[in-house]
DNA sequence: CGTATGACGTGCA
DNA sequence: GTGCACGCCATAC
């Protein structure tokens, strides 16, 4: 399943600097393709690699959104990391 | 190869 | 500000 658009997100992803958050559409534009944020979210679902920081990854609603361990360990990581949510929100 | 699914996004009521 | 419907892309079956 090496597809080029799956290597990318992870490399993104991966990049992301602790304590900042990244939107599904911001990789999926790094990505090169700023239509499939939809994918960008089943790539990681379907993959969650405990190398790749996914837990970055938000909506851009700054909704927390989904995690394959639990939205709730995805926010309690995000909170640890520094990352201020406010009612379940990133505050950006 | 065609259909269904999903950690989404935007628009409109 | 909240809720619903449509659209969009990559995978899975």
Known sequence: MTSLFQEKVFKIVAK??????????????????????RAVGNILNKNADPKIPCHRVMRSDGKIGGYNRGAEIKESLLKKEGVVIRNRKIVH
């Open 16 to 37: 992301i600097p602790k304590g900042e958050t990244m939107t599904y559409k911001r990789v999926a534009l790094f990505a090169g393709k700023p239509r499939a944020y």
